[in-house]
């Protein structure tokens, strides 16, 4: 059975909201062990600082990687080379010590983890790797000619 995701408002120590929906839930799941996880709510990353990241950052690069490494990748590309690098789980095997990264979706990202964590992250790689600096969305681009 898949996970059931219900948003509820706690008060007092109760939920005050969509409490028949959570009585369905737990009947569900009767005789069952489960997982309860309590996780704040947060807000989407707006489809601004999508098409920000999708038609500014990635452009930028797409062109970095093609200057330096000269191959030609696909946005899609480079965004896998960004969660690679910006957004991952380490993963480690006890007995060797080795570890691995595991790419974690940026889709899943609040606007809080996305403004403030992974996109200084891809800034930071962007620099260090690519010597590029990424934009902000308020700030005007220098072109040197």
Known sequence: MK???IETIIREG??????DLIKQAAQKYEGKEIIVI????????????????????????QRAIHETWGE?????DVHDII???CNYEEKINEETGSF???PQSSTKLNTYEWENEFKQKIRQFALDFFNVVLPEPNEQLK???
């Open 143 to 145: 072109i040197d000619m």
């Open 14 to 19: 109760k939920f005050r909201q969509n409490l």
């Open 72 to 76: 030609i990748r696909s946005a899609e």
């Open 83 to 85: 969660k690679m690098n």
């Open 38 to 61: 309590f996780k704040r709510k947060y807000k989407k990353r707006s489809n601004y600082q999508n098409s920000f990241y999708w038609g500014v950052w990635i452009p930028i690069l």
């Open 3 to 5: 996970a059931i995701e």
């Open 100 to 102: 691995i990264r595991v």
